[in-house]
Protein backbone atom coordinates (compact mmCIF):
# COMPACT_ATOMS: atom_id res chain seq x y z
CA UNK A 1 0.00 0.00 0.00
CA UNK A 2 1.24 3.64 -0.77
CA UNK A 3 1.31 6.39 1.15
CA UNK A 4 1.26 9.88 -0.08
CA UNK A 5 2.46 12.89 1.43
CA UNK A 6 2.01 16.25 -0.32
CA UNK A 7 4.08 19.37 -0.01
CA UNK A 8 4.84 23.30 -1.31
CA UNK A 9 1.35 24.63 -0.59
CA UNK A 10 1.17 28.14 1.02
CA UNK A 11 0.07 31.40 0.75
CA UNK A 12 0.66 32.89 -3.02
CA UNK A 13 -0.10 36.19 -4.71
CA UNK A 14 -2.38 36.44 -7.86
CA UNK A 15 -0.40 35.85 -10.88
CA UNK A 16 2.47 33.72 -9.00
CA UNK A 17 3.17 30.34 -9.19
CA UNK A 18 3.42 27.40 -7.26
CA UNK A 19 5.02 24.21 -7.38
CA UNK A 20 3.71 21.35 -5.40
CA UNK A 21 5.69 17.57 -4.91
CA UNK A 22 3.98 14.74 -3.82
CA UNK A 23 6.18 12.12 -2.21
CA UNK A 24 5.00 8.40 -2.25
CA UNK A 25 6.50 5.28 -0.05
CA UNK A 26 5.65 1.77 0.40
CA UNK A 27 4.84 0.87 -3.21
CA UNK A 28 6.29 0.64 -6.22
CA UNK A 29 5.56 4.24 -7.77
CA UNK A 30 5.99 3.18 -11.27
CA UNK A 31 3.12 0.84 -10.95
CA UNK A 32 0.60 3.78 -9.94
CA UNK A 33 -0.90 6.24 -12.40
CA UNK A 34 -0.89 9.44 -10.86
CA UNK A 35 -3.07 12.40 -9.80
CA UNK A 36 -3.74 15.77 -8.57
CA UNK A 37 -7.36 17.55 -7.49
CA UNK A 38 -8.58 19.87 -5.36
CA UNK A 39 -11.58 21.35 -3.55
CA UNK A 40 -12.37 24.29 -1.50
CA UNK A 41 -15.51 24.79 1.07
CA UNK A 42 -17.77 26.21 -1.48
CA UNK A 43 -16.99 23.57 -4.54
CA UNK A 44 -17.02 19.25 -5.18
CA UNK A 45 -13.68 17.91 -5.57
CA UNK A 46 -12.21 18.56 -9.01
CA UNK A 47 -9.56 17.40 -11.26
CA UNK A 48 -6.68 19.49 -11.98
CA UNK A 49 -4.23 17.17 -13.79
CA UNK A 50 -3.26 13.19 -14.48
CA UNK A 51 0.16 11.50 -15.24
CA UNK A 52 0.35 7.75 -16.71
CA UNK A 53 3.08 5.28 -15.39
CA UNK A 54 4.79 5.84 -18.23
CA UNK A 55 5.21 9.09 -18.31
CA UNK A 56 4.15 9.60 -21.43
CA UNK A 57 0.26 11.13 -21.18
CA UNK A 58 -0.98 13.88 -19.62
CA UNK A 59 -4.51 15.30 -18.96
CA UNK A 60 -4.97 18.82 -17.55
CA UNK A 61 -8.21 20.15 -16.23
CA UNK A 62 -10.42 22.97 -18.52
CA UNK A 63 -9.73 25.38 -15.42
CA UNK A 64 -6.31 24.82 -15.45
CA UNK A 65 -5.18 23.92 -18.92
CA UNK A 66 -2.18 25.67 -20.84
CA UNK A 67 -0.85 27.32 -17.37
CA UNK A 68 -0.35 23.82 -15.64
CA UNK A 69 2.49 21.02 -15.82
CA UNK A 70 1.99 17.29 -14.42
CA UNK A 71 5.42 15.47 -13.88
CA UNK A 72 6.84 12.92 -12.30
CA UNK A 73 10.23 11.67 -11.29
CA UNK A 74 9.99 7.30 -11.29
CA UNK A 75 13.64 7.66 -9.42
CA UNK A 76 12.87 9.32 -6.90
CA UNK A 77 9.39 8.29 -6.10
CA UNK A 78 7.71 12.14 -6.34
CA UNK A 79 5.40 13.27 -8.53
CA UNK A 80 4.93 17.16 -9.19
CA UNK A 81 2.38 20.09 -10.17
CA UNK A 82 3.50 23.55 -11.16
CA UNK A 83 0.56 25.93 -11.85
CA UNK A 84 1.08 29.48 -13.04
CA UNK A 85 -0.35 32.82 -13.39
CA UNK A 86 -2.49 31.65 -10.76
CA UNK A 87 -5.85 33.07 -9.31
CA UNK A 88 -7.99 33.34 -6.36
CA UNK A 89 -10.16 30.94 -7.96
CA UNK A 90 -7.31 27.86 -7.87
CA UNK A 91 -7.43 28.43 -3.78
CA UNK A 92 -7.97 25.20 -1.94
CA UNK A 93 -6.72 22.00 -0.74
CA UNK A 94 -4.69 19.97 -3.38
CA UNK A 95 -4.73 16.09 -3.59
CA UNK A 96 -2.62 13.40 -4.71
CA UNK A 97 -4.04 10.19 -5.59
CA UNK A 98 -2.72 6.92 -7.17
CA UNK A 99 -4.00 3.85 -8.48
CA UNK A 100 -2.37 0.82 -9.97
CA UNK A 101 -2.98 0.59 -13.30
CA UNK A 102 -1.36 -0.43 -17.07
CA UNK A 103 1.19 1.83 -18.24
CA UNK A 104 -0.68 3.97 -20.74
CA UNK A 105 -3.95 5.06 -18.77
CA UNK A 106 -4.43 8.74 -17.49
CA UNK A 107 -7.16 8.47 -15.12
CA UNK A 108 -9.27 12.04 -14.52
CA UNK A 109 -12.09 10.67 -12.47
CA UNK A 110 -11.48 10.40 -8.72
CA UNK A 111 -13.55 7.44 -8.33
CA UNK A 112 -10.53 5.56 -10.33
CA UNK A 113 -7.86 6.33 -7.60
CA UNK A 114 -7.37 4.36 -4.36
CA UNK A 115 -4.82 5.61 -2.46
CA UNK A 116 -4.80 9.78 -1.60
CA UNK A 117 -3.06 11.77 0.32
CA UNK A 118 -4.01 14.22 3.62
CA UNK A 119 -3.60 17.56 1.18
CA UNK A 120 -1.45 20.33 0.87
CA UNK A 121 -3.40 24.03 1.53
CA UNK A 122 -3.25 26.58 -1.54
CA UNK A 123 -4.75 30.32 -1.00
CA UNK A 124 -4.26 32.37 -3.51
CA UNK A 125 -4.55 36.29 -2.13
CA UNK A 126 -5.30 39.68 -4.47
Known amino acids: QVQLIESGGGLVQAGGSLSLSCAASGGTFNLYALGWFRQSPDKEREFVAAINRGNTGTLYGDSVRGRCNISRDNLKNTMYLELDHLRPEDTGVYYC???????????????????WGRGTQVTVSL
Open 97 to 115: AATVMGLTRVLKDAKDYTY
